[in-house]
């Protein structure tokens, strides 16, 4: 019985996966629960288990290929066992007749090349290791492989100074982009097309909040066993915002707006493959010391590798700070579905005019960037003008809570 590899459900908004490897290789024995392939999302590597005791009978994806949720990987045969000895042999006695056609046999296996282009190869005995695909994501195509036959001796190398109006530079590094990186690229493009951003800038005196960690921190961390930071007083001070100001806690499904009446704070951390944007639960109903807790445990795992998509689906509104990279002031982008998010930036030590005189005050440069198709420019004013006014008196908060 042939049992099908199914690109599973991914993280909220996304619906495509780019084929990162393949562990196991065609007609090798797996067992059910073994790991045999890798898919990259914009958000997240993910690990494709076999649904099944048996033998990879097809490859259908191979390393490269774009893949959305249901599409058939490959399938497994379960009713056959382990290859006979005689069959191994004649798989030798065919290696020996032909060597040079079984090492690109073994190499297609890691080449991203098309169908057509691959036939090409094996039917010319056309060595893959150093042609450069003109393709999506670098795919080999039929048509490299005739430029190739037209020039036996062009390579990689030759390609890339082939052309004359550009000067061969002995300063300059060629990087190839991980597949992440490539499908954060095109993420990010679509957000741009798919909605309109627009963003809103205040300033907050962070006076208040400092002198409360001051007060409290070892307090704090002899009860909790963490530090009091900045960003439980930002969520505290967003829920409590997107309370007053529900809209900005919705998403844009069709003509109708579905509002949330749970608070699900996206919390944006910065990992070696990029941004992934984990989700901190039921914010509102979390004590400070549990937001502190809550982060650091999701920061954690996004930086080791091991969070999961359920912790990257679902959030409601989004939180990101520029500030601990020395950022002063940036636009965020939004995180679709999601319709809002807030930036955090470096505090800095500022002269402020307060009842007259001049002070200096620690000051941050707050961003909240919103879909301008159904939030108004108003709206999204007051909503960033009232997380201003919790933190410059943060006990509005404890009022509130």
């Known amino acids: 019985m042939l049992h099908e590899i199914i690109v599973p459900e991914l993280a909220e908004s996304t619906v495509e996966a780019t084929v990162a490897s393949w562990l196991k290789k065609d007609g090798e024995i797996v067992s059910k629960g073994d790991v045999i392939i890798e898919l990259d999302t914009d958000k997240v590597s993910l690990e494709i288990v076999s649904p099944s005791n048996g033998t990879i009978k097809e490859v259908k994806k191979t390393v490269g290929d774009v893949v959305k ?139 208040s909040v400092i002198a ?39 998403e844009l499904h069709q003509d109708e707006l579905i509002v949330k009446k749970y608070y699900d704070i996206g919390i944006a951390v910065a990992t070696d493959e990029g941004l992934v944007v984990p989700v901190l639960r039921g914010a509102d109903k979390l004590s400070s010391a549990e937001i502190e807790l809550g982060i650091a445990k999701l920061a954690t795992k996004s930086r080791e590798k091991k969070i999961t998509l359920q912790e990257l689906q679902g959030g409601t509104f989004s939180i990101t700070n520029g500030g601990v990279f020395g950022s002063l002031m940036s636009t965020p982008l939004l995180n679709p579905p999601q319709v809002g998010i807030l ?59």
């Open 343 to 401: 930036g955090m930036h470096k505090i800095m030590e500022k002269p402020l005019a307060v009842d007259g005189e001049i002070v200096i005050r620690p000051v941050m440069m707050l961003a909240v960037t919103y879909d301008h198709r159904i939030i108004d420019g108003s709206m999204a004013v007051q909503f960033l003008v009232r997380i201003k006014n919790l933190l410059e008196d943060p006990y509005q908060l404890l009022i509130d809570a």
């Open 212 to 250: 409360i960690r001051k007060k409290y921190q070892d307090q704090f961390v002899k009860k909790h066993n963490t530090k009091l930071g900045f960003m439980s007083f930002f969520v505290k001070a967003s829920v409590n915002s997107l309370q007053s100001f529900p809209h900005l806690n919705a």
């Open 69 to 207: 949720v249901g599409e058939i990987l490959g399938t497994i045969d379960d009713s056959g066992s382990a290859p006979s000895k005689e069959s191994e042999i004649e798989d030798v006695e065919v290696k020996n007749e032909d060597e040079s056609s079984g090492q690109i046999k073994e190499k297609e296996k890691s080449v991203n090349i098309t169908p057509v282009a691959k036939k090409i190869a094996e039917k010319e005995n056309i060595d893959l290791e150093n042609i450069i695909g003109t393709g999506p994501n670098g795919k080999i195509t039929k048509e490299d492989l005739l430029e190739i036959k037209k020039d036996p001796v062009k390579s990689e190398s030759d390609i890339n100074i082939s052309n004359d109006n550009v000067p061969e530079r002995k300063d300059e590094e060629i990087v190839k982009l991980s597949r992440r990186r490539i499908t954060i690229a095109k993420r990010l493009k679509d957000v741009q097309s798919e909605t309109v951003m627009t963003t809103t800038y205040n300033e907050v005196d962070l006076s």
